[in-house]
């Protein structure tokens, strides 16, 4: 059967937001008893502040905290391995969840969960928890490798976040413009198909920072003739 774009029949999944505030439980995806293949709830990913994919999975049903730990411990299993941030929009919903299940005794060695800055935000002011340890730019000097001072043109100084805490977000609006062709592909195109994408992605933003070191090694040579000359 045809269907116009964006025209949803009795027996497909709907289509509706899945916007949840942060401090509510993520429902479950649930689906009606036509006979429509399941579709998994969305796809997670981790990359670094720079815009390189480290990893990426499919959450089946939701994006919990339990599969959001889950996903994290498989990427970083022993200590030596995790990163000092790891910067989530459900942040302190993860370090709730990992304190009462007692894998926060292991993260604290090693790591800090953080809000990014799109989504601090929006979250409450009197969560405490999120407020005091989640925190993207604390002020109060607790820490100093997320928060750096720069000068403007006029020499007046300003707090800046010293690194990209919506490199995940960005990715995902890249991963967005795909949307329409990965939901008509089966799971082992699926696989394929966005691994490939996300590789892609990586060379490029390697090839980027490589021409980026390139021209400053220039400029600096540039400046050491000068330098010479005179």
Not at 122 to 142: I, M
Request: hydrophobic fraction near 35%.
């Amino acid at each position: 059967m045809l269907r116009h774009t964006g025209e949803n029949l009795a027996w497909q999944p709907t289509t509706e937001s899945r916007t949840q505030p942060h401090d509510e439980p993520m429902p479950e995806v649930t689906h009606s008893t036509y006979f429509t293949p399941n579709r998994f709830y969305c796809v997670e990913t981790i990359c670094a502040p720079c815009g390189i994919v480290v990893a990426w999975a499919k959450f089946a049903k939701s994006e919990s905290p339990t599969n959001i730990l889950a996903f994290l411990e498989s990427v970083y299993p022993t200590e030596d391995s995790r990163p000092d941030y790891v910067c989530i929009d459900k942040a302190c919903q993860v370090l709730s969840h990992s304190i009462a299940c007692g894998s926060w005794n292991e993260w604290s060695k090693s790591t800090c969960f953080i809000v990014d800055s799109y989504h601090y935000i929006n979250h409450r002011v009197t969560d405490f928890l999120c407020r005091k340890w989640c925190n993207p730019a604390p002020l109060d000097g607790s820490a100093p490798n997320l928060v750096i001072v720069e000068h403007n043109k006029n020499g007046q100084a300003y707090y800046k976040c010293a690194f990209n805490t919506q490199a995940c977000e960005q990715l995902n609006a890249w991963i967005g413009g795909f949307e329409l062709i990965l939901r008509r592909m089966t799971v082992g195109n699926f696989n394929w198909f966005l691994h490939s994408m996300l590789f892609y992605h990586t060379q490029m933003v390697l090839e980027k920072q490589q021409q980026k070191v390139d021209r400053n090694e220039s400029s600096s040579d540039d400046d050491d003739s000068d330098v010479d000359i005179y």
